[in-house]
């Protein structure tokens, strides 16, 4: 499900000014499952490992985070629903929403 994203992500070189200088760390969680990403100049990546640090968590079920990755449901959507609950700075919550926005 996430491999969408990442192409997409990577393949969009306009996205490149909304990309921070520092690395974000995100962290989509349902069920038992997290995937967390690094989001930086570079683009954005997959994660493996013990991050100690996540800048913004996605916490739902698997429809959501499908409804959210496919572009069906934008996050504001999700969170306004309740059906997603989202742990983060404000700031690093717009700037992944604005990617996710221009992405999908």
Do not use: W
Request: charged fraction near 25%; include cysteine.
């Amino acid at each position: 499900m996430f491999d969408f994203l990442l192409e997409k992500a990577n393949d969009h070189h306009f996205l490149k000014p909304l990309f921070p200088a520092h690395p974000m760390f995100i962290a989509f969680e349902f069920g038992q499952s997290i995937y967390c990403y690094q989001l930086d100049l570079e683009g954005l990546r997959r994660v493996d490992g013990n991050i100690e640090s996540i800048d913004v968590k996605i916490i739902g079920n698997e429809e959501q985070m499908e409804e959210l990755i496919t572009g069906q449901l934008k996050l504001q959507q999700l969170m306004k629903l309740k059906a997603v609950k989202v742990e983060g700075r404000f700031r690093d919550i717009l700037r992944l929403e604005s990617v996710l926005s221009l992405l999908l």
